[in-house]
């Protein structure tokens, strides 16, 4: 990352200064994808994108706007004192705005850190880097990076790699992370690479768990717990949550699924309106009219409640439907993709006489129909099972025309059976009762083949 001055808002005097991220070595794709979904996002809080191109050696490079300050870790190290609990829940409220905004884009940062936010001269986090973000949902695309990103701060789920760890849980989790690392100035799944490697493998004693140490308020150790829960389900279900609950710790206002007695909320209710308690006590020991004042004060205070609930509920079915409308256009867009790939290569295997060719897109067939995506199309399953069954006939016909070796041909016999057992079981008992034919014949010492295929059609005749 580098100074620059852009030359062409360059003014005589007034140098036009921008952040220049090149990419040494790296290919054209990265930085377009970089480049492109940052540029989607319009927030206070995440670093805007200019441009993007190539320069004149070749590399690949992102215009950001210049943020004159401090990187988070780099500004809690000179601030001379420490961040007191609430300074680092008004930080992370602000961060998690400008995430929620990433978010509404549809795009997941996943390595949210403190080297990867910026403190501006007005005390003002700016989210930047979003180098190996991903489109949410997208688990083949976030396979290329692997576990990148920083382990101190890193989801369960992004280690493990598995489709979790590209949603916005990830990032949910980063940033329960970036307060408990503010509040205890500890790495939340360690504080060496060790460490966090033991925990995020092991997942028992040590990492978010140690919070406990450190003499955390009780209603912020329960958020910041809720917000690092090892399961993706247990932690707040939109970075949005996360905020309204921290923006409510700092208002001393109620958090509708931690502070449910009403002893609790009295606390609070007087925490956050001195004065009023302060009358309504002085009424109370003096006339027995302040029973009616206790009696409204109650229903203040469920009736704020209950519009909590309400706002938080709107939030998640809000977020849960921008995700959902994003998940379906990009099904769409895949399985049209997929149609049309599969149409062409079959185009052009037809026009070959090769049997290599017909093995090549059997191959290619049976991928597809064993593939995660497209079981979720039935028409589509159902298409390429078909054509599957018919390559597999023609090429078994092929090897048999051919001269192929009897137990090869035994071979495709079982597998078309197999292929045909959900279809067609009297197709499927022919080509298995012929496979065990030319087994007995050709290998009659071959015990668990024979075995095999006679389990087989014991299954198939049922």
């Not at 760890?165 to 949910?172: K, L, N, W």
């Not at 208002?251 to 004065?275: C, E, H, M």
């Not at 977020?319 to 149409?343: G, M």
Request: glycine share 6%; hydrophobic share 40%.
């Amino acid at each position: 990352m580098y100074e620059a001055v852009d030359r062409i808002f360059d003014e005589s005097g007034m140098p036009s200064y921008v952040a220049l991220k090149i990419f040494h070595g790296v290919g054209k794709s990265r930085n377009s994808q970089e480049g492109t979904r940052t540029r989607r996002i319009r927030h206070k809080h995440i670093a805007r994108v200019f441009d993007q191109g190539q320069t004149e050696d070749g590399e690949q490079y992102v215009v950001y706007e210049l943020v004159d300050g401090l990187s988070l870790d780099s500004w809690v190290k000179h601030r001379g004192e420490s961040v007191s609990p609430r300074q680092a829940c008004s930080m992370i409220v602000s961060i998690a705005h400008g995430v929620q905004s990433a978010h509404n884009a549809g795009i997941v940062h996943r390595d949210l850190k403190p080297s990867n936010i910026l403190v501006n001269r007005e005390n003002e986090p700016v989210v930047t880097d979003f180098g190996i973000s991903q489109t949410q949902n997208s688990y083949e695309e976030g396979k290329q990076y692997g576990t990148r990103g920083s382990l101190a701060f890193m989801a369960p789920e992004q280690y493990d790699g598995v489709n979790e760890g590209a949603m916005p849980s990830s990032d949910i989790y980063a940033l329960g992370g970036i307060l408990y690392w503010l509040i205890t100035k500890h790495f939340p799944n360690g504080d060496r690479v060790e460490e966090a490697v033991e925990w995020l493998d092991n997942r028992c004693d040590g990492g978010p768990h140690r919070l406990n140490q450190w003499g955390v308020d009780a209603r912020l150790y329960a958020v910041i717990s809720k917000a690092l829960s090892l399961d993706p389900a247990d932690r707040y279900q939109s970075v949005e949550s996360l905020a309204q609950d921290l923006e409510a710790y700092l208002d001393n206002r109620p958090i509708y699924w931690l502070d449910q007695s009403v002893a609790t909320q009295g606390r609070l209710f007087a925490k956050r309106k001195p004065l009023v308690v302060s009358l309504v006590f002085l009424v109370f020991i003096t006339t027995a009219a302040s029973i009616g004042v206790w009696v409204n004060m109650s229903a203040a205070l469920r009736q704020e409640r209950l519009d909590a609930v309400a706002a938080v509920e709107m939030e998640s079915l809000q977020s849960q439907l921008t995700i959902e409308q994003a998940r379906i256009e990009d099904l769409k867009e895949k399985s049209a993709l997929l149609r049309s790939l599969v149409e062409t290569w079959i185009a052009v295997v037809k026009e070959s006489d090769d049997p290599k060719d017909a093995r090549r897109n059997l191959l290619f067939l049976h991928s597809l129909t064993i593939d995660d995506f497209v079981q979720s199309d039935p028409l589509l399953l159902t298409d390429l099972i078909t054509k599957k069954l018919q390559v597999g006939e023609e090429y078994l016909a092929s090897l048999k025309v051919n001269s192929g070796s009897p137990l090869q041909i035994a071979y495709w016999h079982e597998t078309l059976g197999e292929w045909n057992r959900d279809f067609d079981l009297v197709r499927a008992r022919v080509h298995l009762l012929s496979a065990l034919d030319l087994v007995e014949e050709y290998g009659p010492n071959d015990d668990v083949w024979q075995a095999r295929l006679r389990e087989g059609l014991e299954s198939a005749g049922n």
